[in-house]
């Protein structure tokens, strides 16, 4: 099951480096992103949002391709299989194209927007879908970066631990009683 977790930073292009970090830590097998949506704030207090799964061009990668093999399959009937193939692709390519941008894929996009008008003027929000992770190691190399947490589905257990991660300062506890 995937977890959600959402942070928000006091700069416009923090949660554009964490992500990176991100990326990088998903080539050595320690995380397994599903989605990332990044939010940005600008100076005149317009959202934007940076999606890191651009699904027009996966539909339309994928519909070209099979539309090119099915146009060539359809075409040898006919004794024009490049024809077909030709064809077939650039029918391919158009309905998947047209598919992807009607999918909503991960993170339901009312929660960001919702989540998004929250966030102060010059900042951002990383959303993160993350499948796998491995908390120890990800937690320590993102010790102290002093982002907010304004959303997970982490238990309780979990969100404490990356709230202290998180932290700039070591997380005080209560002083004893004398």
Not at 119 to 142: G, H, M
């Given at each position: 099951?995937?977890?959600?977790?959402?942070?928000?930073f006091d700069t416009a292009d923090k949660a554009?480096?964490?992500?990176?970090?991100?990326?990088?830590?998903?080539?050595?097998?320690?995380?397994?992103?599903?989605?990332?949506?990044?939010?940005?704030?600008?100076?005149?207090?317009?959202?934007?949002?940076?999606?890191?799964?651009?699904?027009?061009?996966?539909?339309?990668?994928?519909?070209?391709?099979?539309?090119?093999?099915?146009?060539?399959?359809?075409?040898?009937?006919?004794?024009?299989?490049?024809?077909?193939?030709?064809?077939?692709?650039?029918?391919?390519?158009?309905?998947?194209?047209?598919?992807?941008?009607?999918?909503?894929?991960?993170?339901?996009?009312?929660?960001?927007?919702?989540?998004?008008?929250?966030?102060?003027?010059?900042?951002?929000?990383?959303?993160?879908?993350?499948?796998?992770?491995?908390?120890?190691?990800?937690?320590?190399?993102?010790?102290?970066?002093?982002?907010?947490?304004?959303?997970?589905?982490?238990?309780?257990e979990q969100e404490e631990q990356l709230r202290?991660?998180?932290?700039?300062?070591?997380?005080?506890?209560?002083?004893?009683?004398?």
């Amino acid at each position: 099951m995937s977890e959600l977790v959402v942070l928000g930073f006091d700069t416009a292009d923090k949660a554009d480096a964490v992500l990176n970090r991100l990326v990088q830590l998903e080539k050595e097998y320690l995380v397994d992103l599903e989605d990332a949506v990044i939010a940005v704030r600008d100076p005149a207090g317009k959202v934007r949002l940076k999606q890191s799964v651009n699904l027009t061009a996966a539909g339309a990668a994928s519909g070209g391709l099979s539309g090119a093999l099915w146009g060539s399959l359809v075409g040898l009937l006919f004794l024009n299989p490049l024809a077909g193939m030709v064809l077939g692709g650039a029918f391919g390519a158009g309905s998947g194209a047209l598919a992807g941008s009607m999918t909503d894929y991960g993170i339901d996009d009312d929660l960001i927007k919702k989540l998004a008008d929250t966030i102060p003027v010059n900042s951002s929000a990383l959303f993160l879908l993350l499948r796998k992770v491995q908390p120890e190691k990800v937690l320590a190399e993102f010790k102290g970066e002093h982002a907010t947490i304004l959303r997970t589905s982490l238990s309780p257990e979990q969100e404490e631990q990356l709230r202290k991660a998180l932290a700039t300062e070591p997380v005080v506890g209560a002083a004893p009683a004398a």
